[in-house]
C-alpha cells in the first residue's frame, strides 16, 4: 500500500484537490531540501486560492448576532473570564475577547449551530484559562513557525476539550457530539480550506476526538509507524493532571516540547502544518504581540519582520513569481507599531488649571501617563455654538418619534415630585390638627372617626446641573450622528419636564489646540428656534482629544450652583487625535480627566457606540466598571440615554 | 437565652464588632445584597445578648418614622417611640438595613447617636434621650447601587467603623449553604458553582449575580424534594431576570453544569 502524501498527489486526489494543490503538491516532491519544500507548502496555502470566509456567501448557517449575547453570557459564566464575544473567521482570540466567525456555515440547523458556537467559544477560552497564550517568548516563536503553530494548537486544543469536559457534564456532551457535525471538521491552514480525505496519517491523531474522517481505506487500523510521534505526543499531553495547579502550570511546557518534536517529525517527512479544523478555529498571536507594543524586548522580536512571510518572499523570488505577490508580501512583513516616547520638552510636573485665554478660550493641562506628569497647558477648548440649518431637520425627528417623546415625558414627570404638604394620610411626618380636632369630635360624640389625620411633607427631588456632551468627530459621519440627534431630542423633552438646569454640548477637534466646544443649548438658554436648528443639523469632522473635553465640561458644570451635578459622555470611539494622542496615551489622559472631574463632586457616566475590540476593556480604565454602558446597537441610544439618567437620579 | 443563630464568619469580622460595640462605635456593614449582612447582626445580637431592632429602609421614611409621634388613642393624644426611640430607651442594637434608600433626614436624627454625645432629642416632647452603654447603631448599605442619590454622604460614613462583606469564598459558601438549607455537600457545591458563575455576570446583563441566600433558597427547595434543576430554574433563573437572553445564558450555564 503505497504512503499518503501530503498535500494529496495526483493519484489519490479528486479533481477538485488536484486543481488547488497539484501544482504545489508536485513541487514539494520536487524540492530538494526540506526547507524548500516547506516554503512550497506555505506558498501554496497562504497565496493559493483563499477561501477567507466559509460564510461570505447567502447561505449560511445560524448567524452570531443570534446568540452573541447569550453566548457571552454564558461563556463569562462556565469560562470565570470577563470576555466578549466579537466577530472574526477564522475563530480565535487577542486575550481580551473571542472573535467567532459571523455566521457558521450552511445548512442552517440551529441546535447544531449553538453547540458549535459553544465548542469554537470554549476552545478560545481554554487557551486563556489555561494561560497557555501569557508568554510573549513563545507567541514570537509561534508566530514564526507555521508548522510548529499548529502542531501546538491542535494538542493545546485537546487539552483544553479534556479541561471544559471534565469539569462540566454538559460540555462533555457538547464536545463528544462534535464528530458527528459535519461542519465542525472542516479543514483550513491559515485562510485556505483543504481536503479531509488524504490526510497523512502523521497528522490524524491530533485530531482525534475533535472531528471524524471520511472512509479512507488506504490507512490501516490501528497505531502504525507513522503517526507514532503524534500518538506519543497526545499521551504525554493526556497526562497532564489538570485538576491540580502543578498540572496546569505544566501545560505550556509540555505543550511546546511535544509540539517540537511534532514540528521536526512533520519537516523530516516534509508535511509541512497540519490543517486546523473549524472549531479549532486559529491562533493570532500578532494580535496579542500588537497589544505589548510597549515591551521592549517584544519590540526587538518584531523589528526583525515576520520569519515564515520573509522566508515566503524569498522563496517566492527564486520562483520568479509575480510582483503583485512580492508587494503583498513586503507590506504584510512590516514592523508593528512602535511605541511612541514623548518629547522630554513635554515633561514638566504642573498642577492641573483651567487657564482662560482672552477670546474666552481656557487651556488645560494633559496627563502623560508614560512620564508621570501633566504637559501644561497642552489643549485649548474654545466654545463656539454649534452649526445650524433648517428647522425642517429638528422637526423630522420630532415628527418620527412622537410616540417615544410621550412616553419619556410622562416618565420624566413622574420623576419630579413637588413640594407639598399631602394631606388625608393614615400614617405620616405630623398630625393635620383641622382633621385631628373633627376625628376628636367624632369620638367624643361616639361615631368612629376617619383615621386620615396624617400630613407627609414631599421635597421636591434633588436639583441636578446635566452636562450632555456629544461626539461630532469625524467617525459619527452617517448613522450615529442621526441617533445622537434623535437622543438630544427625546432627552432634552424629558429634561424640559423634569426642569433640571441642563446643557448640551457638541465635541471635535483638529488637533490640541483647536478643541471645538460647540454649543447646542447652553445652561441660560431656553429651547427657541436657534436651539432646536442646531439640535436638528449637528456636523461631524475632526478627533476626539476627549481628555481636554472633559476637563472643560467639568468646569463648565462647576459654575453651576447645584450641589449635584452629572457629566453624560454620549461617543461612538476611544479617545484619539493626531500625535500622540491615541492608544494608551489618550486612555490614560481621559481617565485623568474623569478622575480630576470626579475629585469636583462631577458624576460622570459615559455612553458608548464603540463597536470596536477593547472598547469593553477602554471604557472601564477610564469611566470605571458600572459607569458606563456600551451599545450593541446604535439604534439603541435615543431610547438608552433617558433610562441611563433615569438610573442615575431615581 | 435562645441558641445563636448560624453564622459562619469570613474574617476579622466578629472580633471588629465587639470591640466597636464594646467601645460605643456606630458599625456600618457594606456589601451585595444576600452576603449576610443582616444575618451577622442578629448573630452578633445574640452573641453579646442584646435586643435587636431591625428597620428596612425605603424611600418614604422619614425621621419621625424612626423616632416617634403623637398618635390618637381614647381621645387621648399619646407619645409614640418609634423604633430609634425605642432602641434607644432599651438599650439595643438598632439595625437599619440599606439605609441610603431613607430619606435624607434620618441620616441627620442620627448623627448625635453616632457622635461621642450619643444622645437622641426629640423635638415634639422636648426630651433628649442619653443613650446607654448597650445601645449601638448599626447601618449597612449596598455601595454596588450606582445612584447619584443612593450613594451615602462622606460626612455620614465616616461616622461608623466600617465593616465590608462580600460572597464568601467558594468552600465556605458550600458549607454555607449545606447547613442553611439542609442539602447534602454535593448538591451546595453544585448550587455555589453555578451561583459563582452568575456573579460574572454583574455588570454584563445582570445587576446581581445570584446571592447566597438565593442559593440556600435553591438548596432548601431540593431538600424539599425538588428536582435540582427545576430547583435552580425556579430560583437561579426565574429571579435572577426577566431578560430573555440572558435566560437563556443562565440555563445554557445549568445545561452545562449539570449536565
Known sequence: MAAPTWPPTPQDADKATLEEYGEAARAVLAAETDEEAEHALLAAFLMGRVKRQLTDGVDVGLPLEEVRRPLAGWVRMVSGLDVDIAVNDPACTDTHDIYLPRAVP????????????????????????????????????????????????????????????????????????????????????????????????????????????????????????????????????????????????????????????????YRRLRLGPPPLPYVAGVLRPEWILDDLARDLAYEQEWKKGNTPLRSLLKAMQQKGAGGGIQDKLKRAMRPGRVANVPDPADLVTNELQARPEEDGSRQYDEWNAERGHYVVAATRVTEEPAGSGPIESY???????????????????????????????????????????????????????????????????????????????????????????????????????????HAFYGFSNQGPMACAWQRIKGWEEGYDETVFKRIGNLRPGGATRLGAFIRHAAWSLGSQPQQRRILMVLSDGRPEDRGQYRGSYGVKDTAMAVHEARRQDVHVHCISMDASEGAEEYLAEIFGKGRYLLLDDVDKLPTRLPEVFKGLVR | MSALPYYRPTGNEIEVFETAARLKLPVLLKGPTGCGKSRFVRYMASKLSRPVITVACQEDLAAADLTGRFMLEGGETVWRDGPLTRGVREGAIVYLDEVVEARSDVMTVLHPLTDDRRVLPLDRTGEELAAPDSFLIVISYNPGYQSVTRELKESTRQRFVSLSFDYPDEAVETEIVAKESGCDAATAARLVEIGRATRKLKSHGLKEGASTRLLVYAGQLVTGGLPLRQACEATLVGSLTDDQEMTRSLRELLRSVLG
Open chain 1, 106 to 265: 450552511a445548512p442552517e440547523t440551529p441546535e447544531e449551530d449553538r453547540l458549535l458556537y459553544r465548542c469554537m467559544a470554549m476552545v478560545q477560552a481554554g487557551f486563556l484559562a489555561l494561560g497557555l497564550l501569557d508568554d510573549k517568548r513563545f507567541l514570537a516563536e509561534i508566530h514564526a513557525d507555521w508548522v510548529f503553530r499548529n502542531a501546538w494548537h491542535l494538542l493545546a486544543t485537546r487539552l483544553v476539550v479534556r479541561l471544559w469536559s471534565e469539569r462540566y457534564p454538559g460540555l462533555r456532551k457538547d464536545f463528544a457530539a462534535l464528530p458527528l457535525l459535519d461542519k465542525a471538521g472542516i479543514m483550513r491552514v491559515n485562510l485556505s480550506e483543504v481536503p479531509r480525505r488524504g490526510m497523512p496519517g502523521a497528522f490524524r491523531p491530533l485530531y482525534d476526538g475533535l472531528v471524524r474522517f471520511p472512509t479512507d481505506d488506504r490507512l490501516p487500523p490501528g497505531p502504525t509507524a507513522e503517526d507514532s510521534v503524534a500518538r506519543a505526543a497526545l499521551v504525554a499531553v493526556d497526562r497532564l493532571d489538570l485538576s491540580t495547579l502543578p498540572g496546569r502550570k505544566g501545560a505550556p511546557l509540555v505543550l511546546s516540547g511535544q509540539a517540537r518534536r511534532l514540528r521536526e517529525e
Open chain 1, 395 to 501: 422637526q423630522r425627528i420630532v415628527d418620527a418619534n412622537r410616540a417615544q417623546i410621550d412616553r419619556i415625558r410622562r416618565q420624566f414627570a413622574a420623576l419630579r415630585v413637588e413640594e407639598r404638604w399631602v394631606h388625608g394620610l393614615p400614617d405620616g411626618t405630623e398630625i393635620d390638627l383641622n382633621r385631628a380636632v373633627s376625628a376628636m369630635a367624632d369620638i367624643k360624640a361616639g361615631h368612629t372617626p376617619k383615621v386620615d389625620w396624617y400630613v407627609r411633607f414631599q421635597r421636591q427631588r434633588q436639583q441636578t446641573a446635566i452636562l450632555t456632551m456629544v461626539d461630532l468627530s469625524g467617525s459619527t459621519q452617517g448613522g450615529i450622528i442621526y441617533r445622537e440627534q434623535e437622543a438630544l431630542v427625546l432627552f432634552s423633552e424629558g429634561l424640559r419636564v423634569l426642569g433640571f438646569p
